[in-house]
DNA sequence: ATCCGGATCGCCT
DNA sequence: GGCGATCCGGATG
């Protein structure tokens, strides 16, 4: 089992220069989101998040994710067996799971597993990359850059991701007619973090949130469990 | 029909 | 760091 803490990678600066590159947006081959979960869930970070608004494109990279496993996973949804909200997470893979929490808030997951393992990566944040202005309507006009993407509802309401996206496949962005798109991005991050997952009650002993490091989007800065908030650079 | 908890956020202190 | 908002899904009667 992957231990807390961080990995050190070579290469890009981590907010790093803005290029053609980090902007890919190619579409992710069928065959990622048919691998293991936690896989999945690493290598989403760095990956460009975008929905469809008529004839605009709003979307960020990935910088914060989180694995859900399966009904042994006492965190899932999917821990209380099969229901009507979490039924899409039993079917195909690289499809959306959208729920609606507290009340207030959507969040998004890709569904990961293949059909009959319910199993799912939610994301938790981006860094802002297309349609910010976009996502300023949405937030409210004055949302600094940091708040508009920072946590799974602020997310959701950036991009106008709502119950209405639930099952919806995630095409390539290029296609008019997809409302939700995963692309290539800039790929993982220089620093990859690992953390217990957060806002959960059970489940606190696996580490299955990863996220960028570096990246001021992230969520929460200190995840839970770590002492120092400090974040090691070379654990080696 | 009713009750209750939740993979959260924003605002207050 | 504490708390209220607010609504949906699931469980119970």
């Given at each position: ?52 608004l008529g004839d605009r494109l709003v979307g960020g990279w990935i910088v914060e994710a989180e694995a859900y ?168």
């Amino acid at each position: 089992m992957a231990a807390r803490g961080t990995e050190v990678r070579p290469g890009r600066a981590p907010l790093g220069p803005r290029t053609a590159v980090d902007l890919d947006l190619s579409p992710l081959p069928r065959r990622f989101f048919s691998r293991p979960t936690l896989e999945v869930a690493r290598d989403l970070l760095g990956r460009l998040l975008v929905r469809r608004l008529g004839d605009r494109l709003v979307g960020g990279w990935i910088v914060e994710a989180e694995a859900y496993i399966g009904e042994e996973d006492p965190a899932c949804h999917a821990a209380v067996g099969r229901t009507e909200r979490n039924t899409v997470m039993y079917g195909p893979s690289g499809h959306a799971y959208v729920y609606f929490s507290y009340g207030q808030h959507h969040c998004v997951n890709v569904v990961t597993g293949g059909r009959g393992r319910p199993e799912a990566v939610l994301i938790r944040a981006l860094q802002p990359a297309i349609g910010q202005e976009f996502m300023r309507r949405r937030r409210g006009a004055r949302t600094a850059e940091l708040d508009l993407t920072r946590g799974p509802g602020r997310l959701c309401q950036a991009l106008g991701i709502d119950l209405c996206l639930n099952g919806a496949k995630f095409h390539a962005a290029a296609d008019p007619s997809a409302p939700l798109a995963l692309a290539r991005g800039r790929g993982r991050p220089e620093i990859l973090g690992v953390s217990a997952r957060i806002g959960i009650r059970r489940g606190l002993e696996y580490p299955w949130r990863f996220y960028d490091a570096e990246s001021p989007w992230v969520s929460r800065a200190r995840p839970i469990g770590s002492r120092s908030g400090v974040l090691k650079k070379n654990p080696g």
